[in-house]
């Protein structure tokens, strides 16, 4: 079965303290793999796509990794508005996307 | 710049009531979707279309409707609302299924008592 998982559930961080968030798949024939940021009572919002094994993709104190299981999203000397959830979505092969439960950030100043 | 517009933004409705979530996209997207949120559960797919007369069932279809008369707009119909459907309510677009950009609008929120 097509599975997105992320870890942490949750992950609070001080301000300036870089770390990374974490999405796994199981899925085949991977077309793409997208981040979204999403925050309080708003839809999400589009940061990246990662096309295949090797590729980065950076934004501001974001930087998006991908492999052929998982991707990280390593977030570097975070603020605090930077705090939001952020969500992975696959797509695959003849399929319609699959997201990931998200992974709830608190930077705190 | 109105991109993927949902009306309305809350409801409560009372067990076996119908209603309709409306969803307008101004991009010429042929792919629409609407999705629904719950808790520790993501994003999941209830109904997609890819071109206006064309809707097919995602992973939790039961209970709900929809239909695709024109490229811009695609409601989406609860029949007899019960309480399972308690959630937030997304309506997606893209200009194409496969490995383009999904973009989002702002989230309908529904309770079912």
């Known amino acids: 079965e097509d599975q997105v998982t992320q870890s942490p559930e949750a992950l609070r961080l001080q301000e300036g303290e870089s770390s990374s968030l974490n999405c796994s798949y199981t899925?085949?024939?991977?077309?793409?793999l997208f981040w979204y940021r999403q925050d309080p009572g708003k839809g999400p919002e589009f940061l990246f796509t990662?096309?295949?094994a090797g590729e980065e993709k950076e934004k501001e104190r974001l930087k998006a990794t991908l492999t052929k299981k998982e991707s990280f999203l390593h977030i570097t000397a975070p603020k605090p508005e930077d705090s939001a959830t952020y969500l992975c979505?696959?797509?695959?092969?003849?399929?319609?996307?699959?997201f990931g439960p998200g992974t709830r950030l608190s930077v705190l100043p | 710049n109105a991109g993927v517009t949902q009306t309305p933004k809350f409801q409560v409705l009372k067990t076996g009531q119908s209603m309709t979530l409306q969803c307008a996209q101004d991009?010429?997207?042929?792919?629409m979707s609407w999705y629904r949120q719950d808790p520790g559960m993501g994003l999941r797919l209830i109904h997609y279309?890819?071109?206006?007369?064309?809707?097919d069932q995602g992973e939790v279809p039961n209970g709900y409707n929809v239909s695709r008369s024109t490229t811009e707009d695609f409601p989406l119909r609860l029949l007899s609302a019960a309480p399972s459907q308690t959630s937030v309510y997304f309506c997606?677009?893209?200009?194409?299924?496969?490995?383009?950009?999904?973009?989002f609008g702002e989230g309908s929120w529904l309770t079912v008592v």
């Open positions: 991009m010429n997207h042929e792919y």
């Open positions: 990662l096309y295949s």
């Open positions: 899925v085949s024939g991977l077309r793409g």
């Open positions: 279309s890819v071109g206006a007369g064309i809707t």
């Open positions: 997606a677009s893209s200009s194409g299924q496969s490995g383009n950009t999904i973009y």
């Open positions: 979505a696959v797509l695959h092969y003849g399929q319609n996307f699959v």
